[in-house]
């Protein structure tokens, strides 16, 4: 049995070792917050795992405008600090 999605949960992306992001709403679709890109509808299929509080997404089931964000999510970060 999975863990139930809760908001606040970390995001991840299978196979990627940082967070993307955080949930922000439970709809029939999983609302998520991207770093630096917004807010995103995933579909519920998408979710692989749900575990220790985090959200793992299986990326060949993401629209091509949720891997562009996260592929900016950090972005922002200034490294070295």
């Known amino acids: 049995?999975?863990?139930?999605?809760?908001v606040g949960f970390h995001v991840f992306v299978a196979g990627r070792q940082d967070s993307i992001g955080g949930v922000r709403h439970l709809t029939p679709r999983l609302v998520i917050h991207i770093e630096n890109g917004g807010e995103f509808a995933v579909s519920m299929d998408a979710v692989d795992a749900v575990h220790s509080q985090k959200v793992i997404l299986n990326r060949d089931k993401l629209d091509q405008s949720l891997l562009e964000a996260i592929d900016?999510?950090?972005?922002?970060?200034v490294r070295g600090l």
Do not use: G, K, P, S
């Open 72 to 77: 900016h999510a950090r972005d922002a970060e």
């Open 1 to 6: 049995m999975r863990e139930e999605i809760q």
